[in-house]
């Protein structure tokens, strides 16, 4: 199928420098395909160039034409969330649209600027009509808070619920996302961590959530023995059916409870292996971690929140000198990585210290 569109025809090596400046000031009909002879590149605009936008081009293709010729339409034109939005907000605004979202199983959930707030509804809707998996549209309406680490989010398109089961790496999380902390976003970690887990290793999961250490861990090795702690019972609650879910009774152990209490009280000694991933306050819990780890030694892996000018060797030095001050020590960093940019200026880093 094709229809009649005004384009821009440029020389076929001055191709791509043209549809760059083309869409540079925002012209380009994206709803038909680019079409090309042997000697010549046809790009559909949406309207004529006006003085502007033609004194600009001309600043760097000295030779096209502007005329009418007919175009394929594309299978599926529309591949950005401006196409949409093109017309129902702003021009002015379409800059400040979020670049990036979180999709936990098939909910989305987006972060609105403050000047795109009364365009929330519109945006839903477009993201529902882009990402055909996606059966719930929320907006992050508060910073992560208290004990559990949870959000605040308000309801904006599909189906008004907060529960999903997202799938990473093969495993399945049920869960509902105005209950536990889950984020999507460390998923590359999750698996990494668990293809280090060696066979007949105790684990201790010290802020287990749903599961997203535990369950890889004990899929990938059967033989393994974690044992899932977590402060939040609904978390637990979670993470014992999706124990069920992936099949992994035999050796996940649920605990409901302060990591501290609980290792103080059962868990001393017992530990090859620790996993720290509460990065806003893991540092209070290395002294009971290194309590955890067995007397022979083994290895932590600890998550924290930096913001520069901090640097990873400041982080590295306090937490050698608080592993000092439990009574162990660090042998050697195996892994030290800035894993993600959570706002300007902060990042979450990631350690594998074996400790002794």
Known sequence: MSEDSICIEVNTKLGELTIRLLNKIGIVNKKFKIKKNQNSLYVPIIHKPNESELEFLKKSISDFQILITSFSLKKNPIKKI??????????HLLKSLPQSMDFVGDIAIIEI????????????????????????????????????????????????????????????????????????????????????????????????????????????????????????????????????LNRVDNNIIPFVGDARQL???NLVGLADRVIMNLPETAKEFIDVACKAIKPRGGIIHYYEFMRIPDSIEKVKHRFSKRVQQAGRIVDRFLFVKNIREIAPFRYQIAFDVIIH
């Open 263 to 265: 290792i103080n009280k």
């Open 82 to 91: 401006d196409d949409l939005l093109d017309n129902q907000i702003p021009k």
């Open 113 to 244: 600027p403050f000047e795109l707030k009364k365009y929330s509804e519109f945006l839903a809707r477009a993201v529902l009509k882009i990402h055909k998996n996606v059966k719930t549209v929320l907006s992050k309406s508060g910073p992560i808070t208290g004990n559990y680490r949870l959000r605040s989010l308000k309801f904006l398109a599909g189906e008004n619920r907060t529960q999903t089961i997202h799938i990473e790496f093969g495993c399945k999380y049920y869960l509902d996302i105005a209950k536990v902390y889950f984020s999507p976003r460390l998923s590359q970690e999750h698996n990494r961590v668990a293809s280090l887990v060696g066979r007949d290793e105790v684990v201790l999961d010290l802020f287990a959530g749903v599961g997203p250490f535990s369950i890889p861990i004990a899929k990938n090795n059967p033989e393994a023995r974690i044992i899932s702690v977590d402060l939040n019972p609904d978390a637990i609650e979670f993470l014992k059916k999706n124990i069920r």
